[in-house]
Protein backbone atom coordinates (compact mmCIF):
# COMPACT_ATOMS: atom_id res chain seq x y z
CA UNK A 1 0.00 0.00 0.00
CA UNK A 2 1.16 3.41 -0.93
CA UNK A 3 1.82 5.39 2.25
CA UNK A 4 3.59 8.04 0.98
CA UNK A 5 2.43 11.32 2.69
CA UNK A 6 0.32 13.32 0.42
CA UNK A 7 1.82 16.52 -0.30
CA UNK A 8 -0.35 19.51 -2.37
CA UNK A 9 1.49 22.14 -4.14
CA UNK A 10 -1.17 25.33 -4.39
CA UNK A 11 0.92 27.15 -7.23
CA UNK A 12 -0.69 24.37 -9.58
CA UNK A 13 -3.71 25.15 -8.91
CA UNK A 14 -3.67 27.58 -11.19
CA UNK A 15 -2.72 25.81 -13.67
CA UNK A 16 -3.83 23.06 -16.15
CA UNK A 17 -2.83 20.45 -13.18
CA UNK A 18 -5.72 21.95 -11.15
CA UNK A 19 -7.73 18.84 -11.66
CA UNK A 20 -4.70 16.51 -10.57
CA UNK A 21 -4.25 18.58 -7.38
CA UNK A 22 -7.94 18.99 -6.48
CA UNK A 23 -8.26 15.10 -6.62
CA UNK A 24 -5.07 15.06 -4.48
CA UNK A 25 -6.43 17.17 -1.62
CA UNK A 26 -9.60 14.71 -1.91
CA UNK A 27 -7.40 11.67 -1.53
CA UNK A 28 -6.02 13.11 1.62
CA UNK A 29 -9.27 14.50 2.87
CA UNK A 30 -10.90 11.01 2.48
CA UNK A 31 -7.92 8.71 3.27
CA UNK A 32 -5.16 10.57 5.85
CA UNK A 33 -7.39 13.34 7.67
CA UNK A 34 -3.82 15.39 6.89
CA UNK A 35 -1.71 16.59 4.33
CA UNK A 36 1.57 19.42 3.76
CA UNK A 37 1.02 22.35 1.91
CA UNK A 38 3.96 23.79 0.06
CA UNK A 39 3.60 27.28 -2.19
CA UNK A 40 0.48 28.35 -0.08
CA UNK A 41 1.19 31.87 -0.32
CA UNK A 42 2.86 32.85 3.31
CA UNK A 43 6.11 34.22 2.03
CA UNK A 44 9.54 32.31 3.18
CA UNK A 45 10.40 35.64 4.99
CA UNK A 46 7.85 35.71 6.98
CA UNK A 47 7.62 32.22 8.05
CA UNK A 48 12.03 32.13 8.76
CA UNK A 49 11.13 35.31 11.32
CA UNK A 50 7.80 33.62 12.99
CA UNK A 51 10.51 30.51 13.80
CA UNK A 52 13.62 32.41 14.61
CA UNK A 53 11.07 35.31 17.26
CA UNK A 54 9.04 31.90 18.25
CA UNK A 55 12.63 29.92 18.98
CA UNK A 56 13.85 33.20 20.82
CA UNK A 57 11.44 33.56 23.05
CA UNK A 58 11.10 30.48 23.87
CA UNK A 59 14.94 30.56 25.04
CA UNK A 60 14.59 34.25 26.64
CA UNK A 61 11.28 33.28 28.62
CA UNK A 62 10.29 29.29 28.51
CA UNK A 63 13.24 27.37 28.75
CA UNK A 64 14.05 27.83 32.24
CA UNK A 65 9.89 27.79 33.68
CA UNK A 66 10.00 23.71 31.90
CA UNK A 67 13.70 23.04 33.44
CA UNK A 68 11.96 23.91 36.66
CA UNK A 69 8.73 22.84 36.13
CA UNK A 70 10.50 19.25 35.02
CA UNK A 71 12.85 19.06 38.70
CA UNK A 72 10.46 19.94 40.65
CA UNK A 73 8.24 16.92 39.34
CA UNK A 74 11.57 14.56 39.09
CA UNK A 75 10.82 13.70 35.82
CA UNK A 76 14.24 13.22 34.41
CA UNK A 77 14.63 10.06 36.13
CA UNK A 78 10.97 8.37 35.55
CA UNK A 79 10.85 4.87 35.33
CA UNK A 80 7.48 3.95 34.64
CA UNK A 81 5.30 5.55 31.73
CA UNK A 82 3.56 8.48 32.36
CA UNK A 83 -0.23 8.87 31.02
CA UNK A 84 -1.25 12.02 32.33
CA UNK A 85 1.34 14.59 31.39
CA UNK A 86 2.68 16.20 27.55
CA UNK A 87 6.48 17.08 27.16
CA UNK A 88 5.30 20.43 26.14
CA UNK A 89 6.02 23.91 26.47
CA UNK A 90 2.99 25.92 25.46
CA UNK A 91 1.25 29.31 25.23
CA UNK A 92 -1.93 30.10 23.23
CA UNK A 93 -2.85 33.22 21.28
CA UNK A 94 -6.72 33.81 20.13
CA UNK A 95 -6.93 36.17 16.70
CA UNK A 96 -10.86 35.29 16.22
CA UNK A 97 -13.46 36.78 17.47
CA UNK A 98 -11.43 39.02 19.25
CA UNK A 99 -7.64 38.51 19.73
CA UNK A 100 -5.25 38.60 22.87
CA UNK A 101 -1.82 39.28 21.25
CA UNK A 102 -1.19 42.62 23.29
CA UNK A 103 -2.33 40.93 26.51
CA UNK A 104 0.08 38.16 26.46
CA UNK A 105 2.67 38.84 28.87
CA UNK A 106 6.56 38.59 27.66
CA UNK A 107 5.94 39.35 24.02
CA UNK A 108 8.08 41.22 21.67
CA UNK A 109 7.07 44.28 19.90
CA UNK A 110 8.35 42.56 16.91
CA UNK A 111 7.18 38.81 17.38
CA UNK A 112 3.56 40.53 18.75
CA UNK A 113 3.80 42.11 15.04
CA UNK A 114 4.67 39.16 12.92
CA UNK A 115 2.24 36.90 14.99
CA UNK A 116 -0.68 39.28 14.54
CA UNK A 117 0.35 39.35 10.27
CA UNK A 118 1.25 35.43 10.25
CA UNK A 119 -2.50 34.86 12.03
CA UNK A 120 -4.03 36.57 9.25
CA UNK A 121 -1.86 35.15 6.82
CA UNK A 122 -3.14 31.51 7.90
CA UNK A 123 -7.00 33.02 8.63
CA UNK A 124 -6.99 33.38 4.92
CA UNK A 125 -5.70 30.27 3.68
CA UNK A 126 -7.88 28.48 6.26
CA UNK A 127 -10.80 29.56 4.24
CA UNK A 128 -9.21 28.94 1.02
CA UNK A 129 -8.65 25.44 1.79
CA UNK A 130 -12.66 25.57 3.09
CA UNK A 131 -14.15 26.91 -0.26
CA UNK A 132 -11.66 23.64 -2.17
CA UNK A 133 -13.46 21.32 -0.15
CA UNK A 134 -16.58 22.62 -0.63
CA UNK A 135 -15.75 22.32 -4.48
CA UNK A 136 -14.39 18.40 -4.09
CA UNK A 137 -17.65 17.81 -1.90
CA UNK A 138 -19.98 19.05 -4.30
CA UNK A 139 -21.41 21.99 -1.40
CA UNK A 140 -21.95 25.49 -2.55
CA UNK A 141 -18.55 27.50 -2.32
CA UNK A 142 -19.07 29.43 0.68
CA UNK A 143 -21.04 26.96 2.66
CA UNK A 144 -18.25 25.65 5.27
CA UNK A 145 -17.47 29.19 6.20
CA UNK A 146 -20.89 29.40 6.64
CA UNK A 147 -21.48 27.38 8.91
CA UNK A 148 -18.54 27.92 11.34
CA UNK A 149 -19.82 31.46 11.09
CA UNK A 150 -22.49 31.30 13.62
CA UNK A 151 -23.44 34.76 14.72
CA UNK A 152 -20.14 35.72 16.29
CA UNK A 153 -17.78 34.48 13.51
CA UNK A 154 -15.55 31.76 13.71
CA UNK A 155 -12.99 31.12 16.59
CA UNK A 156 -9.39 31.41 15.25
CA UNK A 157 -6.59 30.93 17.75
CA UNK A 158 -2.69 29.60 17.65
CA UNK A 159 -1.13 27.11 20.03
CA UNK A 160 2.22 27.65 19.86
CA UNK A 161 4.61 24.62 21.30
CA UNK A 162 7.92 23.75 22.00
CA UNK A 163 8.79 20.50 22.89
CA UNK A 164 12.67 20.07 24.72
CA UNK A 165 14.98 17.65 24.09
CA UNK A 166 13.18 14.55 26.37
CA UNK A 167 15.22 12.22 28.93
CA UNK A 168 12.79 9.41 28.56
CA UNK A 169 10.97 9.57 25.24
CA UNK A 170 9.95 6.11 25.32
CA UNK A 171 8.23 7.14 28.73
CA UNK A 172 6.72 10.42 28.24
CA UNK A 173 5.03 11.82 25.17
CA UNK A 174 5.22 14.84 23.91
CA UNK A 175 2.08 15.27 22.81
CA UNK A 176 -0.37 12.27 23.75
CA UNK A 177 -2.67 10.92 20.78
CA UNK A 178 -5.90 12.43 20.14
CA UNK A 179 -8.17 13.64 17.18
CA UNK A 180 -8.98 17.56 17.19
CA UNK A 181 -12.16 18.83 18.28
CA UNK A 182 -12.31 21.82 16.08
CA UNK A 183 -12.49 22.43 12.12
CA UNK A 184 -9.27 23.02 10.03
CA UNK A 185 -5.91 22.68 11.31
CA UNK A 186 -3.10 24.53 10.08
CA UNK A 187 0.87 23.94 10.94
CA UNK A 188 4.07 25.25 10.63
CA UNK A 189 6.31 23.28 12.32
CA UNK A 190 10.08 22.79 12.94
CA UNK A 191 12.06 21.44 9.47
CA UNK A 192 14.64 20.00 11.40
CA UNK A 193 13.35 17.96 14.47
CA UNK A 194 10.37 15.72 13.44
CA UNK A 195 7.78 13.98 16.12
CA UNK A 196 4.33 14.25 14.57
CA UNK A 197 3.03 10.80 13.93
CA UNK A 198 -0.66 10.24 12.35
CA UNK A 199 -2.44 6.81 12.83
CA UNK A 200 -3.24 5.15 9.78
CA UNK A 201 -4.63 1.26 9.22
CA UNK A 202 -3.64 0.83 12.48
CA UNK A 203 0.50 2.33 12.02
CA UNK A 204 1.90 5.12 13.12
CA UNK A 205 2.89 7.29 10.34
CA UNK A 206 5.47 10.17 10.20
CA UNK A 207 4.34 13.85 9.44
CA UNK A 208 7.65 14.79 7.66
CA UNK A 209 9.07 17.52 8.76
CA UNK A 210 9.29 19.94 5.57
CA UNK A 211 10.88 23.59 5.31
CA UNK A 212 8.31 26.15 4.89
CA UNK A 213 5.33 23.79 4.63
CA UNK A 214 1.99 24.57 6.13
CA UNK A 215 0.94 20.58 7.48
CA UNK A 216 -3.32 20.69 7.05
CA UNK A 217 -5.64 18.14 8.94
CA UNK A 218 -8.95 17.82 9.96
CA UNK A 219 -10.97 18.15 13.09
CA UNK A 220 -13.85 16.35 14.38
CA UNK A 221 -16.07 18.78 12.89
CA UNK A 222 -15.36 18.82 9.43
CA UNK A 223 -16.06 14.55 10.06
CA UNK A 224 -19.56 15.62 11.02
CA UNK A 225 -20.73 17.95 8.48
CA UNK A 226 -19.10 15.62 5.71
CA UNK A 227 -21.42 12.68 7.40
CA UNK A 228 -17.93 10.92 7.98
CA UNK A 229 -16.21 11.12 4.28
CA UNK A 230 -13.90 13.12 5.79
CA UNK A 231 -12.10 11.63 8.98
CA UNK A 232 -10.69 13.36 11.97
CA UNK A 233 -7.44 11.36 12.65
CA UNK A 234 -5.77 9.90 15.63
CA UNK A 235 -2.24 11.85 16.29
CA UNK A 236 0.17 12.30 18.58
CA UNK A 237 4.15 13.77 19.42
CA UNK A 238 6.82 11.95 19.89
CA UNK A 239 9.43 13.55 22.35
CA UNK A 240 12.70 13.31 21.41
CA UNK A 241 16.09 13.11 22.74
CA UNK A 242 18.38 15.38 20.67
CA UNK A 243 16.54 18.78 19.58
CA UNK A 244 13.90 21.35 20.63
CA UNK A 245 11.02 20.87 18.05
CA UNK A 246 8.69 23.81 17.42
CA UNK A 247 4.91 23.49 16.42
CA UNK A 248 2.69 26.42 15.96
CA UNK A 249 -0.58 25.27 15.53
CA UNK A 250 -3.18 27.52 14.25
CA UNK A 251 -6.74 26.21 14.42
CA UNK A 252 -9.59 27.29 12.63
CA UNK A 253 -12.89 26.13 14.25
CA UNK A 254 -16.78 27.15 13.94
CA UNK A 255 -18.39 29.95 16.12
CA UNK A 256 -18.99 29.14 19.82
CA UNK A 257 -23.02 29.07 18.96
CA UNK A 258 -22.28 27.57 15.01
CA UNK A 259 -24.74 24.54 14.73
CA UNK A 260 -23.23 21.51 13.77
CA UNK A 261 -24.82 18.94 11.14
CA UNK A 262 -23.98 16.96 7.94
CA UNK A 263 -24.52 18.94 5.07
CA UNK A 264 -28.25 17.33 3.70
CA UNK A 265 -26.74 17.09 0.38
CA UNK A 266 -24.06 14.64 1.93
CA UNK A 267 -26.85 12.71 2.94
CA UNK A 268 -27.37 9.70 0.87
CA UNK A 269 -30.71 9.41 -1.17
CA UNK A 270 -31.60 6.42 1.24
CA UNK A 271 -30.19 7.01 4.31
CA UNK A 272 -33.55 8.26 6.94
CA UNK A 273 -30.71 9.15 9.22
CA UNK A 274 -27.81 11.23 9.97
CA UNK A 275 -24.40 8.80 11.03
CA UNK A 276 -23.56 12.08 12.68
CA UNK A 277 -24.95 13.95 15.56
CA UNK A 278 -26.53 18.02 15.49
CA UNK A 279 -25.33 20.04 17.89
CA UNK A 280 -23.94 23.90 18.86
CA UNK A 281 -19.90 23.86 18.82
CA UNK A 282 -19.95 25.21 22.36
CA UNK A 283 -21.33 22.25 23.73
CA UNK A 284 -19.46 19.68 22.06
CA UNK A 285 -16.07 21.77 22.98
CA UNK A 286 -17.41 21.29 26.80
CA UNK A 287 -17.69 17.67 26.16
CA UNK A 288 -14.16 17.38 24.60
CA UNK A 289 -12.26 18.99 27.29
CA UNK A 290 -12.68 16.50 29.31
CA UNK A 291 -11.76 13.59 27.16
CA UNK A 292 -9.58 14.92 24.73
CA UNK A 293 -7.45 11.55 24.88
CA UNK A 294 -10.25 9.60 24.41
CA UNK A 295 -11.98 7.48 20.95
CA UNK A 296 -14.15 10.09 19.35
CA UNK A 297 -17.04 8.01 18.87
CA UNK A 298 -17.81 8.28 22.40
CA UNK A 299 -18.19 11.98 22.08
CA UNK A 300 -20.39 11.45 19.00
CA UNK A 301 -22.31 9.47 21.04
CA UNK A 302 -23.06 11.47 23.81
CA UNK A 303 -24.08 14.45 21.37
CA UNK A 304 -26.35 12.28 19.52
CA UNK A 305 -27.98 11.08 23.07
CA UNK A 306 -28.10 14.79 24.26
CA UNK A 307 -29.76 15.77 20.61
CA UNK A 308 -32.67 12.71 21.54
CA UNK A 309 -32.93 14.40 24.91
CA UNK A 310 -34.08 17.70 23.67
CA UNK A 311 -36.16 16.78 21.05
CA UNK A 312 -38.43 19.86 20.56
CA UNK A 313 -42.45 19.31 20.48
CA UNK A 314 -44.29 21.04 17.62
CA UNK A 315 -44.40 24.63 18.24
CA UNK A 316 -47.50 26.37 19.37
CA UNK A 317 -47.67 29.96 17.82
CA UNK A 318 -50.01 32.14 19.44
Not at 50 to 71: G, I, N, P, S
Amino acid sequence: MDQHFPIVDMGKLNTEERKSTMEKIKDACENWGFFELVNHGISIEMMDKVEKLTKDHYKKCMEQRFKEMVASKGLECVQSEINDLDWESTFFLRHLPSSNISEIPDLDDDYRKIMKEFALKLENLAEELLDLLCENLGLEKGYLKKVFYGSKGPNFGTKVSNYPPCPKPDLIKGLRAHTDAGGIILLFQDDKVSGLQLLKDDQWIDVPPMRHSIVINLGDQLEVITNGKYKSVMHRVIAQTDGARMSIASFYNPSDDAIISPAPTLLKENETSEIYPKFVFDDYMKLYMGLKFQAKEPRFEAMMKAMSSVEVGPVVSI
